[in-house]
């Protein structure tokens, strides 16, 4: 079993940042790969970023320099540096784990986070 607990969402201006938080407890092996995926009312989830144990990320096409994923292990945290927001980055945003490593095809996040909302205003 894992825990994830996100936090850091809130609203911000156009133009502004965000910092989210993700603290992971449970089975490490459960935790190879941890992304962050945000979802908008009434549409699929949508892959932001994601990392795996040794550290290596991988971004969605949209985050365009603009996003970044980055652990504490010592923390057991997960962090996304969110900088130049734009309103389509309104969304909330989850913290989700997989025993699969972030490279694998099969990957399927199995635990979820509660999200935290991340309003972006003009």
């Known amino acids: 079993q894992v825990q994830l607990v996100e936090s850091g969402g809130g609203s911000v201006q156009a133009g502004g940042s965000l910092r989210l938080s993700c603290v992971a407890s449970?089975?490490?092996?459960?935790?190879?790969?941890i992304g962050w995926v945000r979802q908008f009312p009434g549409k699929e989830r949508q892959v932001v970023a994601k990392i795996d144990r040794i550290g290596s990320p991988t971004y969605a096409d949209f985050v365009q320099g603009r996003f970044t994923i980055s652990k504490d292990n010592a923390k057991n945290t997960v962090y996304l540096q969110m900088n130049s927001l734009t309103l389509e980055d309104t969304a909330m945003y989850f913290c989700?784990?997989?025993?699969?490593?972030?490279?694998?095809?099969?990957?399927?996040?199995?635990?979820w986070g509660r999200g935290t909302q991340v309003t972006v205003s003009p």
């Open positions: 989700a784990s997989d025993y699969r490593y972030c490279w694998d095809v099969k990957l399927n996040y199995q635990y």
């Open positions: 449970g089975d490490k092996d459960e935790r190879n790969c």
